[in-house]
């Protein structure tokens, strides 16, 4: 089994930063692609950032210059790093990661169980 474990959420003001954190354990063969998507209330779920295992990184128009997404492959864990928080980035956020338990398995898609981030004005 694979398990993605976020921490980091919290309450912050608007201007304030928070970092969280995603770690993959159980039986891990490969990590592939990792990211972040948040959903707000009353809204579909979006990507917020992918770093793929080479470091090539993808964010979403809305945070671009203000979270930074980083990686450790040795932890198979991932982080995001969120400065200049806005209320409009208050919502649930959740961990993403795709996974190979071994050679004879496909890449699996999984997900954390989401971190609530708030940003008061």
């Known amino acids: 089994q694979v398990q993605l474990v976020e921490s980091g959420g919290g309450l912050v003001q608007a201007g304030g930063s928070l970092r969280l954190s995603c770690a993959a354990s159980?039986?891990?063969?490969?990590?592939?692609?990792m990211g972040w998507y948040r959903q707000a209330p009353g809204k579909q779920r979006e990507l917020v950032a992918t770093i793929s295992s080479r470091g090539n990184i993808n964010y979403v128009d809305s945070v671009k210059g203000r979270f930074t997404i980083s990686r450790d492959n040795a932890k198979n864990t991932v982080y995001l790093q969120m400065n200049s928080l806005k209320p409009e980035d208050t919502a649930l956020y959740y961990c993403?990661?795709?996974?190979?338990?071994?050679?004879?398995?496909?890449?699996?898609?999984?997900w954390g169980q989401g971190t609530l981030v708030t940003v008061s004005s």
């Open positions: 993403n990661a795709n996974i190979q338990r071994g050679t004879a398995y496909p890449l699996t898609n999984y």
């Open positions: 159980g039986t891990i063969f490969r990590v592939n692609i």
